[in-house]
């Protein structure tokens, strides 16, 4: 009984400590901005995740965005001054997304 408790306890314990991801799928594309355009890019759309930038005569990103966002996407950098020189998606890639578990 003593030692059936013992575990329970310390499954219960990292459970408790564990986080738990899923994965869902994001379009991951390339864009070529200036660099005000990066800075109202950053500063004003949020749904847009930066994984690298390179930093030349102007500014190459290459981020993710929802896949169901992708579609708006360049309204959406047009609407928030965001020049778009170039915009090309690179495909569809999973992304681990941490679930909260805190409720």
Do not use: H, W
Not at 39 to 51: H, P
């Amino acid at each position: 009984g003593g030692l059936v408790r013992a575990y329970s306890q310390s499954v219960s314990e990292c459970l408790k400590n564990a986080e738990f991801y899923d994965t869902k799928y994001q379009s991951k594309f390339m864009l070529i901005t200036s660099y005000p355009g990066y800075n109202s890019l950053i500063n004003n759309v949020s749904y847009v995740n930066i994984v690298e930038n390179t930093f030349t005569d102007n500014v190459n990103v290459i981020a993710t965005c929802d896949i169901n966002k992708y579609d708006n996407l360049f309204n959406d950098l047009y609407s928030c001054k965001v020049d778009v020189i170039s915009l090309n998606k690179i495909g569809d890639v999973p992304i681990e997304v941490l679930i909260d578990t805190s409720s």
